[in-house]
């Protein structure tokens, strides 16, 4: 079997989640099952050393106008003509919100989506660059779903018209990264991604501003990994909170540094609204650190009984949990050891055999058409 996967994901990130994602699917094919990359360009970290994608890097280190766009109409057009030609059993893209691919994909031949999240659907004002008619008319055209979450599975059952035996959730996997020692001095809370909208940063500002009035936890700061410089918002809000100096950001770092932050914090706090998995959890397991999560979403279905949980919508419950965590040595201990039991179920050698399960089904199967 010949899977082919689109450029997407490998034009627009240089390091995430869903690159990650897809590099393992790459990394645990099956002797029976070749794979390939349409791309001609791309600056992504986890491609770089040519194992799986003859591409060439595109001023890596340069950011000037119509770069980006550029990389894209190459890979796109070289996807497509890779598509007419037809040398492949399965195509799976590496996104789900542009069907760039759709005329020239035919139709003898199986498409295979992963939905990650319905953030975009949930929540459209947030991404108003999204074209939201994409995602509905990919899954009308697959001929599989699959689902990083049970939640998630929920989710697109509710807002897309597709078939329940159509849609299988497979977990991520996870494989560890070595530590390097952080420059901070440890015990400090860990922020880790993004921070606007439904990430919730607020509630951890606020859940901050409570904890330093108590002389226990008076000294106790934040790093925020990732996700940008401060904005001007948050930067007068922490300075309403008379946070100054005790939050810190770190900009842009390699993945051996991320794992150091987790390594030496004395918690991990995600109090994001939503999420499709939360695989920021599956990092701080891999380095025994404690994760205190919002009670939404997926978050029970990963972290199960190895987190703390609290209310997204009070910031004072937060507070209550990570003082918890602080004062009380057995907890840590006890929410670190089952956190490194639950990071066992996690494996890409898992997720792509299940994958590639969803692959061989999909050939099988009469493929739908689009109306």
Not at 161 to 177: D, K
Not at 193 to 210: H, W
Not at 278 to 307: T, Y
Not at 318 to 323: F, H, P, R, T
Request: glycine share 6%; net charge negative; proline share 6%.
């Amino acid at each position: 079997m010949r899977v082919l996967y689109d450029h997407q994901v490998f034009t627009v990130q240089q390091v995430g989640g869903v690159s990650r994602y897809y590099r393992a699917l790459l990394d645990h094919a099956a002797p029976t099952l070749q794979s390939e990359v349409a791309l001609a360009l791309s600056n992504n970290l986890y491609l770089q050393d040519g194992q799986h994608s003859r591409h060439l890097r595109f001023f890596p280190n340069l950011d000037f106008r119509g770069r980006f766009s550029f990389m894209w109409r190459l890979n796109a057009r070289l996807c497509r003509r890779t598509l007419r030609q037809g040398h492949y059993d399965v195509f799976h893209p590496t996104l789900n919100d542009n069907d760039y691919f759709l005329d020239d994909l035919p139709a003898d031949k199986p498409l295979v989506i992963t939905i990650h999240d319905m953030i975009a659907a949930m929540h459209p004002e947030q991404f108003p660059w999204v074209d939201q008619t994409a995602l509905p008319r990919l899954a009308a055209r697959a001929a599989h779903i699959i689902t990083v979450s049970e939640h998630t599975r929920a989710d697109v059952l509710r807002l897309l018209p597709v078939a329940p035996e159509r849609v299988s959730v497979i977990h991520h996997g996870f494989t560890p990264t070595a530590p390097t020692t952080p420059r901070l001095a440890p015990g400090y809370l860990l922020n880790v991604g993004t921070r606007a909208g439904y990430k919730n940063f607020d509630c951890v500002l606020l859940a901050l501003a409570e904890l330093v009035r108590t002389p226990a936890t008076a000294a106790l700061r934040l790093v925020c990994a990732g996700g940008g410089p401060a904005t001007a918002a948050e930067l007068e809000l922490i300075e309403q909170l008379d946070l100054s100096g005790r939050v810190h950001f770190t900009g842009t770092i390699t993945e051996s540094e991320l794992a150091g932050l987790y390594r030496h914090a004395a918690a991990f706090v995600f109090a994001s609204h939503y999420e499709g998995f939360g695989f920021p959890i599956l990092e701080a397991f891999g380095q025994q650190c404690p994760v205190v999560l919002s009670n939404a979403s997926c978050f029970p279905e990963i972290a199960q009984d190895a987190a703390l949980y609290f209310d997204p919508h009070q910031p004072s419950d937060l507070a209550v949990q990570i003082e918890l965590l602080l004062r009380d040595a057995a907890l840590r201990t006890q929410l670190i050891e089952l956190g490194s039991q639950r990071l066992r179920d996690f494996t890409w050698a898992r997720t792509a055999a299940r994958t590639h399960e969803v692959y061989r089904a999909a050939c099988r199967q009469e493929q739908p058409v689009l109306i």
